[in-house]
């Protein structure tokens, strides 16, 4: 089956210490999102790729990093820098950049 | 400035009954895309619609319709005949066609459908 997939489903993170989402899609996508939503409001948008080992800066990027070195792969580490890193985090990908965007399952981060 | 605008945070509807979630937007590009999207509890986001700006007619899925009134500015979704599994989130958003950059999504309003 074609689809998102988002690991893992929940994680708990010490402060200072950095953690890595995993987002994969096999849905063969060249755009793919990370968005984090916070309760009560809608999804901010923290870095997009369009294509393999490109990617940009979205409103909320300060504390995270990407890579896209697959087209199938693009993994969000949130850093010690993130001063408020609690929240839910969707991964999402779409054919091109105009296209209908599909979403993962998330990840909701804690911090300890 | 806000582009999408989601004035009803919670709606109540009865079982089988219709509903309308109301979205108005702001933007300046001519192109354009206008979606709907659902959030269970669970949390994934599952895509409901589209409605192009330049569509002719409202866009329909099932029992989901887009109200489109472009001069208004409003893109709202009507579901029809109500089933509790509706019970969720609806998010409305947006994304300009000629950059197409980024995705700009409301506050979101929850639904819950009432036996």
């Known amino acids: 089956d074609g689809g998102i997939t988002q690991s893992p489903k929940y994680l708990f993170r010490k402060e200072g210490q950095n953690v890595t989402l995993s987002c994969e899609q096999n849905?063969?996508?060249?755009?793919m999102y990370w968005y984090r939503q916070d309760p009560g409001q809608g999804l901010r948008l923290i870095y997009y790729s369009q294509i393999v080992n490109d990617f940009q800066k979205g409103d909320i990027a300060e504390g995270y990093s990407v890579s896209r070195e697959k087209k199938e792969s693009f993994p969000l580490t949130v850093t010690s820098a993130q001063k408020n890193p609690t929240a839910f985090y969707l991964c999402?990908?779409?054919?091109?950049?105009?296209?209908?965007?599909?979403f993962g399952p998330g990840t909701r981060l804690t911090v300890l | 400035a806000q582009k999408i605008t989601q004035t009803q945070p919670g709606m109540f509807v009865q079982e089988k009954e219709a509903v309308t979630l109301d979205c108005t937007y702001d933007?300046?590009?001519?192109?354009?895309?206008l979606f709907w999207y659902k959030q269970p509890s669970s949390g994934e986001m599952i895509f409901l619609i589209y409605?192009?700006?330049?569509?002719?007619q409202n866009a329909t899925e099932g029992r989901y319709s887009l109200n489109f009134q472009k001069a208004r500015k409003s893109a709202n979704l009507v579901i029809s005949a109500s089933q509790l599994g509706d019970s969720a989130m609806y998010f409305c958003a947006m994304r300009d066609l000629q950059t197409g950059n980024q995705f700009y999504f409301g506050t979101g309003t929850s639904l819950t459908v009432i036996p």
């Open positions: 409605q192009g700006s330049y569509d002719q």
């Open positions: 849905l063969n996508h060249d755009a």
């Open positions: 933007t300046s590009d001519p192109s354009y895309g």
């Open positions: 999402a990908s779409s054919l091109g950049r105009k296209d209908t965007q599909y």
